[in-house]
Protein backbone atom coordinates (compact mmCIF):
# COMPACT_ATOMS: atom_id res chain seq x y z
CA UNK A 1 0.00 0.00 0.00
CA UNK A 2 2.81 2.57 0.42
CA UNK A 3 4.69 1.61 -2.39
CA UNK A 4 1.19 1.98 -4.55
CA UNK A 5 0.79 5.48 -2.85
CA UNK A 6 4.01 6.56 -3.58
CA UNK A 7 4.27 5.64 -7.05
CA UNK A 8 0.91 7.60 -7.08
CA UNK A 9 2.27 10.87 -5.68
CA UNK A 10 5.49 10.16 -8.07
CA UNK A 11 3.47 10.49 -10.93
CA UNK A 12 1.04 13.54 -9.77
CA UNK A 13 4.49 15.21 -9.22
CA UNK A 14 5.47 14.26 -12.29
CA UNK A 15 2.37 15.33 -14.56
CA UNK A 16 2.30 18.83 -12.12
CA UNK A 17 6.15 19.38 -13.97
CA UNK A 18 9.66 19.03 -12.61
CA UNK A 19 9.21 22.26 -10.45
CA UNK A 20 6.32 20.80 -8.56
CA UNK A 21 8.90 19.43 -5.93
CA UNK A 22 10.05 22.16 -4.61
CA UNK A 23 6.66 24.11 -4.48
CA UNK A 24 6.53 23.08 -1.17
CA UNK A 25 9.74 25.08 0.13
CA UNK A 26 8.51 28.08 -1.57
CA UNK A 27 5.20 28.17 -0.13
CA UNK A 28 6.71 27.65 3.28
CA UNK A 29 9.30 30.40 3.07
CA UNK A 30 6.10 32.37 1.87
CA UNK A 31 3.87 31.12 5.12
CA UNK A 32 6.95 32.23 7.18
CA UNK A 33 6.75 35.56 5.99
CA UNK A 34 3.20 36.17 6.60
CA UNK A 35 3.54 34.60 9.92
CA UNK A 36 6.41 37.44 10.89
CA UNK A 37 3.93 40.21 9.34
CA UNK A 38 0.85 38.67 11.54
CA UNK A 39 3.90 39.10 14.38
CA UNK A 40 3.24 35.67 15.63
CA UNK A 41 6.46 35.48 17.46
CA UNK A 42 5.28 38.64 19.69
CA UNK A 43 2.42 36.95 20.64
CA UNK A 44 1.61 34.23 22.74
CA UNK A 45 1.04 31.66 20.01
CA UNK A 46 4.08 29.92 20.84
CA UNK A 47 5.04 30.69 24.04
CA UNK A 48 2.32 29.53 26.09
CA UNK A 49 3.28 26.34 24.95
CA UNK A 50 7.14 26.52 25.42
CA UNK A 51 7.44 25.96 21.72
CA UNK A 52 10.42 27.70 19.28
CA UNK A 53 9.61 29.47 16.54
CA UNK A 54 9.38 27.30 13.01
CA UNK A 55 12.45 27.20 10.62
CA UNK A 56 12.34 28.23 7.09
CA UNK A 57 11.62 24.35 5.87
CA UNK A 58 10.20 22.98 8.88
CA UNK A 59 7.00 22.28 7.41
CA UNK A 60 8.98 21.15 4.04
CA UNK A 61 10.63 18.48 5.57
CA UNK A 62 10.17 15.79 8.08
CA UNK A 63 12.16 15.79 11.32
CA UNK A 64 9.44 15.17 14.23
CA UNK A 65 6.28 14.14 12.79
CA UNK A 66 4.40 14.27 16.05
CA UNK A 67 5.94 17.56 17.15
CA UNK A 68 5.27 19.11 13.66
CA UNK A 69 1.53 18.05 13.61
CA UNK A 70 1.17 19.83 17.67
CA UNK A 71 2.57 22.49 15.63
CA UNK A 72 0.88 22.34 13.04
CA UNK A 73 -2.44 22.07 14.46
CA UNK A 74 -0.94 24.69 17.28
CA UNK A 75 -0.49 27.69 14.43
CA UNK A 76 -3.92 26.11 12.34
CA UNK A 77 -5.58 26.87 15.72
CA UNK A 78 -4.05 30.62 16.13
CA UNK A 79 -4.60 31.80 12.56
CA UNK A 80 -8.40 30.79 12.32
CA UNK A 81 -8.53 32.60 15.61
CA UNK A 82 -6.80 35.46 14.31
CA UNK A 83 -9.00 35.65 10.82
CA UNK A 84 -12.21 35.92 13.34
CA UNK A 85 -13.58 32.74 13.79
CA UNK A 86 -13.51 31.01 17.64
CA UNK A 87 -11.95 28.03 17.99
CA UNK A 88 -10.79 26.05 20.73
CA UNK A 89 -7.06 25.28 20.84
CA UNK A 90 -6.25 21.80 20.28
CA UNK A 91 -4.17 19.67 23.17
CA UNK A 92 -1.43 17.01 22.68
CA UNK A 93 -4.00 14.21 23.69
CA UNK A 94 -6.97 14.64 21.52
CA UNK A 95 -7.97 13.24 18.50
CA UNK A 96 -5.77 13.90 15.33
CA UNK A 97 -8.52 13.33 13.13
CA UNK A 98 -11.26 14.95 15.46
CA UNK A 99 -8.65 17.95 15.14
CA UNK A 100 -7.88 17.89 11.10
CA UNK A 101 -11.88 18.10 10.34
CA UNK A 102 -12.43 21.00 12.58
CA UNK A 103 -9.59 22.70 10.60
CA UNK A 104 -10.64 21.22 7.34
CA UNK A 105 -14.28 22.56 7.54
CA UNK A 106 -12.97 26.28 8.94
CA UNK A 107 -10.61 26.30 5.80
CA UNK A 108 -13.44 25.18 3.69
CA UNK A 109 -15.74 27.96 5.87
CA UNK A 110 -13.37 30.58 4.44
CA UNK A 111 -14.29 29.70 0.55
CA UNK A 112 -11.12 27.70 -0.02
CA UNK A 113 -11.14 24.13 -1.95
CA UNK A 114 -9.89 20.57 -0.11
CA UNK A 115 -9.31 18.69 -2.90
CA UNK A 116 -6.67 15.60 -0.89
CA UNK A 117 -7.47 13.48 2.00
CA UNK A 118 -7.48 14.44 5.33
CA UNK A 119 -4.95 11.74 6.06
CA UNK A 120 -1.99 13.70 4.43
CA UNK A 121 -2.00 16.38 7.52
CA UNK A 122 -1.56 13.45 10.04
CA UNK A 123 1.75 13.63 9.20
CA UNK A 124 2.24 17.24 10.04
CA UNK A 125 4.55 18.17 7.22
CA UNK A 126 3.94 18.10 3.26
CA UNK A 127 2.98 20.14 0.41
CA UNK A 128 -0.86 19.52 1.92
CA UNK A 129 0.41 21.06 5.64
CA UNK A 130 2.08 24.13 3.94
CA UNK A 131 -1.24 24.49 1.89
CA UNK A 132 -3.17 24.61 4.38
CA UNK A 133 -1.14 26.89 7.40
CA UNK A 134 -0.84 29.63 3.83
CA UNK A 135 -4.36 29.63 3.21
CA UNK A 136 -5.32 30.56 6.86
CA UNK A 137 -2.47 33.14 7.18
CA UNK A 138 -3.77 34.81 4.10
CA UNK A 139 -7.41 34.45 5.43
CA UNK A 140 -5.78 36.09 8.86
CA UNK A 141 -4.37 39.11 6.99
CA UNK A 142 -7.27 39.72 5.41
CA UNK A 143 -9.07 39.99 8.62
CA UNK A 144 -6.58 42.55 10.32
CA UNK A 145 -6.85 45.00 6.94
CA UNK A 146 -3.29 44.50 6.35
CA UNK A 147 -2.30 46.49 2.85
CA UNK A 148 0.52 45.86 0.88
CA UNK A 149 3.03 48.82 -0.20
CA UNK A 150 4.66 48.90 -3.78
CA UNK A 151 8.60 48.03 -2.74
CA UNK A 152 10.67 50.87 -2.96
CA UNK A 153 13.99 50.06 -4.96
CA UNK A 154 16.75 52.13 -3.31
CA UNK A 155 18.40 54.61 -5.96
CA UNK A 156 22.16 53.77 -7.38
CA UNK A 157 24.23 56.49 -8.09
CA UNK A 158 26.28 55.68 -11.22
CA UNK A 159 29.75 55.98 -10.90
CA UNK A 160 31.74 58.26 -13.30
CA UNK A 161 33.51 56.89 -15.47
CA UNK A 162 37.05 57.44 -14.94
CA UNK A 163 38.64 58.69 -18.27
CA UNK A 164 42.38 57.37 -18.87
CA UNK A 165 44.89 60.04 -19.92
CA UNK A 166 48.19 59.56 -21.18
CA UNK A 167 50.74 61.66 -19.03
CA UNK A 168 52.95 62.05 -22.05
CA UNK A 169 50.44 64.06 -23.50
CA UNK A 170 50.40 67.64 -21.65
CA UNK A 171 46.87 69.60 -21.80
CA UNK A 172 45.86 73.18 -20.58
CA UNK A 173 43.40 71.72 -18.38
CA UNK A 174 45.33 69.35 -16.96
CA UNK A 175 48.45 71.73 -16.34
CA UNK A 176 46.01 73.86 -14.73
CA UNK A 177 44.67 71.04 -12.26
CA UNK A 178 48.47 69.36 -11.95
CA UNK A 179 49.13 73.11 -10.65
CA UNK A 180 46.26 73.68 -8.46
CA UNK A 181 46.98 70.37 -6.59
CA UNK A 182 50.42 71.15 -6.42
CA UNK A 183 49.84 74.19 -4.49
CA UNK A 184 47.37 72.86 -1.76
CA UNK A 185 49.53 69.83 -1.34
CA UNK A 186 52.95 71.72 -1.06
CA UNK A 187 54.59 69.36 -3.40
CA UNK A 188 57.21 69.64 -6.21
CA UNK A 189 55.61 72.03 -8.83
CA UNK A 190 55.81 71.78 -12.27
CA UNK A 191 54.71 74.43 -14.55
CA UNK A 192 54.70 75.09 -18.25
CA UNK A 193 55.43 77.91 -20.25
CA UNK A 194 52.29 77.66 -22.34
CA UNK A 195 50.54 77.72 -19.28
CA UNK A 196 52.08 81.19 -18.39
CA UNK A 197 51.46 82.72 -21.30
CA UNK A 198 47.91 81.25 -20.96
CA UNK A 199 47.54 82.70 -17.48
CA UNK A 200 48.15 86.18 -18.50
CA UNK A 201 46.58 86.12 -21.59
CA UNK A 202 43.39 85.62 -19.89
CA UNK A 203 44.29 88.58 -16.77
CA UNK A 204 44.87 90.95 -19.69
CA UNK A 205 41.43 89.91 -21.24
CA UNK A 206 40.40 90.23 -18.14
CA UNK A 207 41.30 93.68 -17.34
CA UNK A 208 40.01 96.71 -18.63
CA UNK A 209 41.78 98.31 -21.79
CA UNK A 210 44.88 100.71 -21.13
CA UNK A 211 44.89 103.88 -22.70
CA UNK A 212 48.68 104.15 -22.20
CA UNK A 213 51.59 102.32 -22.74
CA UNK A 214 52.59 100.27 -20.31
CA UNK A 215 56.38 100.87 -18.93
CA UNK A 216 58.35 98.86 -17.12
CA UNK A 217 60.17 100.14 -13.52
CA UNK A 218 61.59 96.76 -13.09
CA UNK A 219 65.53 96.91 -12.75
CA UNK A 220 67.23 94.64 -15.37
CA UNK A 221 69.70 93.39 -13.30
CA UNK A 222 66.85 91.86 -10.48
CA UNK A 223 64.70 90.77 -13.39
CA UNK A 224 67.97 88.37 -14.28
CA UNK A 225 68.06 87.22 -10.72
CA UNK A 226 64.53 86.67 -10.35
CA UNK A 227 64.50 84.99 -13.58
CA UNK A 228 67.67 82.38 -12.63
CA UNK A 229 65.55 81.33 -9.61
CA UNK A 230 62.83 80.49 -11.03
CA UNK A 231 64.21 78.58 -13.95
CA UNK A 232 64.40 75.67 -12.49
CA UNK A 233 61.05 75.13 -11.81
CA UNK A 234 59.80 76.20 -15.12
CA UNK A 235 60.98 73.30 -15.82
CA UNK A 236 58.51 70.70 -17.60
CA UNK A 237 59.10 67.19 -16.63
CA UNK A 238 56.83 64.42 -18.33
CA UNK A 239 55.97 61.35 -16.20
CA UNK A 240 56.21 58.34 -17.90
CA UNK A 241 53.20 55.71 -17.21
CA UNK A 242 54.08 52.05 -17.52
CA UNK A 243 50.87 50.88 -19.03
CA UNK A 244 52.30 52.88 -22.55
CA UNK A 245 52.68 50.28 -25.49
CA UNK A 246 56.08 52.23 -26.19
CA UNK A 247 57.58 51.61 -23.05
CA UNK A 248 56.40 47.93 -23.39
CA UNK A 249 57.39 47.94 -27.02
CA UNK A 250 61.24 49.07 -25.90
CA UNK A 251 61.17 46.71 -22.92
CA UNK A 252 60.22 43.53 -25.53
CA UNK A 253 63.33 45.02 -27.28
CA UNK A 254 65.30 44.37 -24.22
CA UNK A 255 64.28 41.00 -23.36
CA UNK A 256 64.76 40.20 -27.30
CA UNK A 257 68.47 42.16 -27.28
CA UNK A 258 68.85 39.49 -24.01
CA UNK A 259 67.97 36.67 -25.20
CA UNK A 260 69.74 36.51 -28.43
CA UNK A 261 73.04 37.30 -26.35
CA UNK A 262 72.53 34.77 -23.62
CA UNK A 263 71.47 31.89 -27.04
CA UNK A 264 74.84 32.87 -28.48
CA UNK A 265 76.86 31.84 -24.79
CA UNK A 266 74.59 29.16 -23.97
CA UNK A 267 74.23 27.08 -27.27
CA UNK A 268 77.72 26.72 -27.09
CA UNK A 269 77.55 24.81 -23.69
CA UNK A 270 74.52 23.14 -24.88
CA UNK A 271 76.31 21.49 -28.28
CA UNK A 272 79.47 20.42 -26.14
CA UNK A 273 77.15 19.00 -23.56
CA UNK A 274 75.09 17.01 -27.11
CA UNK A 275 78.10 16.19 -28.35
CA UNK A 276 79.09 14.30 -24.59
CA UNK A 277 76.17 13.21 -24.06
CA UNK A 278 75.37 11.41 -27.55
CA UNK A 279 79.30 9.53 -27.33
CA UNK A 280 78.21 8.46 -23.38
CA UNK A 281 75.41 6.51 -25.34
CA UNK A 282 77.54 4.96 -27.67
CA UNK A 283 80.60 3.91 -25.65
CA UNK A 284 76.88 2.38 -23.33
CA UNK A 285 75.60 0.60 -26.39
CA UNK A 286 78.59 -0.73 -26.97
CA UNK A 287 79.33 -2.11 -23.83
CA UNK A 288 75.75 -3.60 -23.49
CA UNK A 289 76.29 -5.99 -26.90
CA UNK A 290 79.50 -6.57 -25.50
CA UNK A 291 78.21 -7.88 -21.98
CA UNK A 292 75.37 -9.84 -24.10
CA UNK A 293 77.82 -11.47 -25.81
CA UNK A 294 79.82 -12.95 -22.96
CA UNK A 295 76.65 -13.33 -21.01
CA UNK A 296 74.62 -15.70 -23.89
CA UNK A 297 75.38 -19.42 -22.23
CA UNK A 298 74.58 -17.76 -18.65
CA UNK A 299 71.70 -16.63 -20.28
CA UNK A 300 70.91 -20.05 -21.96
CA UNK A 301 71.23 -21.67 -18.77
CA UNK A 302 69.07 -18.81 -16.99
CA UNK A 303 66.26 -19.51 -19.92
CA UNK A 304 66.66 -23.58 -19.09
CA UNK A 305 66.05 -23.20 -15.29
CA UNK A 306 63.02 -20.86 -15.78
CA UNK A 307 61.57 -23.77 -18.01
CA UNK A 308 62.55 -26.38 -15.22
CA UNK A 309 61.01 -24.14 -12.76
CA UNK A 310 57.55 -23.56 -14.26
CA UNK A 311 57.75 -27.41 -15.35
CA UNK A 312 57.97 -28.18 -11.40
CA UNK A 313 55.57 -25.60 -10.83
CA UNK A 314 53.06 -27.11 -12.98
CA UNK A 315 53.95 -30.36 -11.14
CA UNK A 316 53.29 -28.77 -7.56
CA UNK A 317 50.22 -27.53 -8.83
CA UNK A 318 48.69 -30.52 -9.61
CA UNK A 319 50.06 -32.45 -6.67
CA UNK A 320 48.61 -29.88 -4.71
CA UNK A 321 45.27 -30.78 -6.58
CA UNK A 322 45.77 -34.05 -5.20
CA UNK A 323 46.64 -33.46 -1.96
CA UNK A 324 42.94 -31.07 -1.34
CA UNK A 325 41.21 -34.05 -3.38
CA UNK A 326 42.39 -36.56 -0.45
CA UNK A 327 42.38 -33.53 2.16
CA UNK A 328 38.51 -33.18 1.10
CA UNK A 329 37.86 -37.03 0.80
CA UNK A 330 39.30 -37.03 4.40
CA UNK A 331 37.56 -34.50 6.00
CA UNK A 332 34.15 -36.52 4.52
CA UNK A 333 35.68 -40.21 6.79
CA UNK A 334 36.37 -38.00 9.22
CA UNK A 335 32.85 -36.77 9.59
CA UNK A 336 31.10 -39.68 8.84
CA UNK A 337 33.67 -41.63 11.34
CA UNK A 338 32.40 -38.79 13.91
CA UNK A 339 28.38 -39.56 13.07
CA UNK A 340 29.32 -42.95 13.52
CA UNK A 341 30.73 -42.79 17.13
CA UNK A 342 27.75 -40.46 18.32
CA UNK A 343 25.88 -43.52 17.26
CA UNK A 344 27.90 -45.72 19.14
CA UNK A 345 27.54 -44.02 22.04
CA UNK A 346 23.89 -42.98 21.83
CA UNK A 347 23.57 -47.01 21.63
CA UNK A 348 25.87 -47.55 24.79
CA UNK A 349 24.55 -44.85 27.02
CA UNK A 350 20.96 -46.91 26.48
CA UNK A 351 22.12 -50.39 26.68
CA UNK A 352 24.47 -49.19 29.88
CA UNK A 353 21.12 -47.09 31.22
CA UNK A 354 19.06 -48.50 33.76
CA UNK A 355 15.90 -46.61 33.33
CA UNK A 356 14.09 -48.75 30.77
CA UNK A 357 14.66 -51.92 33.03
CA UNK A 358 12.99 -49.73 36.21
CA UNK A 359 10.14 -49.05 33.42
CA UNK A 360 9.60 -52.85 32.97
CA UNK A 361 9.86 -53.41 36.61
CA UNK A 362 7.44 -51.23 37.46
CA UNK A 363 5.17 -52.37 34.38
CA UNK A 364 5.20 -56.04 35.89
CA UNK A 365 4.56 -55.11 39.58
CA UNK A 366 1.58 -52.94 37.62
CA UNK A 367 0.21 -56.13 35.65
CA UNK A 368 0.54 -58.42 39.15
CA UNK A 369 -1.60 -56.04 41.12
CA UNK A 370 -4.34 -55.57 38.29
CA UNK A 371 -4.18 -59.41 37.65
CA UNK A 372 -4.76 -59.87 41.59
CA UNK A 373 -7.63 -57.58 41.47
CA UNK A 374 -8.96 -59.52 38.38
CA UNK A 375 -8.50 -62.58 40.37
CA UNK A 376 -10.76 -60.88 43.10
CA UNK A 377 -13.11 -59.62 40.67
CA UNK A 378 -13.44 -63.47 39.16
CA UNK A 379 -13.98 -64.97 42.58
CA UNK A 380 -16.67 -62.65 43.96
CA UNK A 381 -17.96 -63.55 39.98
CA UNK A 382 -18.33 -66.98 41.06
CA UNK A 383 -19.10 -66.67 44.25
CA UNK A 384 -22.25 -64.91 42.99
CA UNK A 385 -22.97 -67.10 40.11
CA UNK A 386 -22.76 -70.33 42.22
CA UNK A 387 -25.51 -68.44 45.01
CA UNK A 388 -27.46 -67.88 41.96
CA UNK A 389 -27.50 -71.42 40.45
CA UNK A 390 -28.07 -72.65 44.17
CA UNK A 391 -30.92 -70.34 44.57
CA UNK A 392 -31.98 -71.18 41.51
CA UNK A 393 -31.74 -74.91 41.99
CA UNK A 394 -33.26 -74.74 45.49
CA UNK A 395 -36.30 -72.75 43.67
CA UNK A 396 -36.65 -75.94 41.30
CA UNK A 397 -36.84 -78.30 43.94
CA UNK A 398 -39.45 -76.68 46.13
CA UNK A 399 -41.29 -76.15 42.52
CA UNK A 400 -40.93 -80.00 42.08
CA UNK A 401 -42.49 -80.92 45.94
CA UNK A 402 -45.06 -78.26 45.37
CA UNK A 403 -46.29 -80.00 42.58
CA UNK A 404 -46.09 -83.39 44.02
CA UNK A 405 -47.77 -83.09 47.18
CA UNK A 406 -51.43 -82.15 45.51
CA UNK A 407 -51.27 -85.09 43.27
CA UNK A 408 -50.41 -87.72 46.17
CA UNK A 409 -53.41 -85.99 48.45
CA UNK A 410 -55.46 -86.18 45.14
CA UNK A 411 -54.60 -90.33 45.60
CA UNK A 412 -55.37 -90.87 49.35
CA UNK A 413 -58.92 -89.45 48.39
CA UNK A 414 -59.66 -92.05 45.98
Known amino acids: MVMAAAAEEGDAVAERGPGAVYHMFVMMEDLLEKLKLLSYEEESALRSHNMRPPSRHYFALPTNPGEQFYMFCTLAAWL ?62 KHTSYNWKRPVYPTEELEEEAITED ?172 KVKQDMEEKGSSMTDGAPLVKIKQALTKLKQETIQMDIRIGVVEHTLLQSKLKEKSNMTRDMHATIIPDSSIVGAY
Open 80 to 141: INKAGHPFEQPQEYDDPNATISNILSELRSFGRSVDFPPSKLKAGYGEQACYVLDCLAEEAL
Open 167 to 338: DAELTLNKVEEEIAEEETDNEDNYLDLNVLKAQTYKSDMNESKQEEILESTVDAAEWNLEVERVLPQLKVTIRTDNKDWRIHVDQMHQHTDGIESALKETKGYHDKLHNEISRTLEKVSSREKYINNQLEHLVQEYRSAQALLSEAKEKYQQGSGGVTERTRILSEITEELE
